[in-house]
Every structure is written in structure tokens, then in C-alpha cells.
């Protein structure tokens, strides 16, 4: 499997970002696919999650602001990021996992498969 983030950048508080991410390598539907971001000098956190059977799970410090989804026709997982907060700069992986429960969709651990990271800075 080959997961490819883009849609990072620059952006202002109280601005809006999308990321994506090209899946590739096997069968896409099968996979539940993950967003977790690192800042820096702090550890990988978990930020949304769409299992195979479309539903989806939010951390808390995103949950109302943020949107996961995806296109199973484009085989891309995208993350809707609205009213950006200094404190959401980190960069922003994929993830993905065809074992993936709801009990396991919030960690890291669960996922095998990684992509490469996009940067988001939100500053003004």
C-alpha cells in the first residue's frame, strides 16, 4: 500500500485547509483510513478516522471544525479542516488498515500502512 498526503500550506486562524490522500498498492474500500498529526517536540495524536463501513470518529480537539471523508471512486481519503487554530500546526499523516475496529481507530499502533506527511501552519 502507498499513501500520498498533499494540501498542506500556510494558512491564517479562522482559515480552512483540505488535505488528501492518494491510496494505491490494493483494494481501497477494504481499508479504514486515519489522520494523526505530530507538532513539534510533541508526540503523534490521533485526529479523525473512517472505517471501511464509512463511519468515522474525531479527536476532541478537532471535533465540530474538522471533517473526514472519502472517495472511493478516486480512491482518496480527504480532510476538511475549517476555523484553523495556531494550535492545529503540526504535520498532518495518513494512515491505513484493513483490522481496523472501533475500539482500535484512534491508535496509531492499529495501522500499518503510513504516508510520507503534510505540513500545516496556521499563523497569522
Known amino acids: 500500500v502507498q499513501l500520498q498526503a498533499s494540501g498542506g500550506g500556510l494558512v491564517q486562524p479562522g482559515g480552512s485547509l483540505r488535505l488528501s490522500c492518494a491510496f494505491s498498492?490494493?483494494?481501497?474500500?477494504?481499508?479504514?483510513l486515519a489522520w494523526f498529526r505530530q507538532a513539534p517536540g510533541k508526540e503523534r495524536e490521533f485526529v479523525a478516522a473512517i472505517k471501511s463501513t464509512g463511519s468515522t470518529a474525531y479527536s476532541d480537539a478537532v471535533k465540530g471544525r474538522f471533517a473526514i471523508s472519502r472517495d472511493i471512486a478516486k480512491n482518496t481519503v480527504y480532510l476538511q479542516m475549517n476555523s484553523l487554530k495556531p494550535e492545529d500546526t503540526a504535520l498532518y499523516y495518513c494512515?491505513?488498515?484493513?483490522?481496523?475496529?472501533?475500539?482500535?481507530?484512534?491508535?496509531?499502533?492499529?495501522?500499518?500502512?503510513w504516508g510520507q506527511g503534510t505540513l500545516v501552519t496556521v499563523s497569522s
Open positions: 498498492g490494493s483494494t481501497f474500500r477494504r481499508y479504514s
Open positions: 494512515a491505513a488498515d484493513t483490522g481496523i475496529i472501533t475500539s482500535t481507530m484512534r491508535s496509531s499502533q492499529a495501522y500499518d500502512d
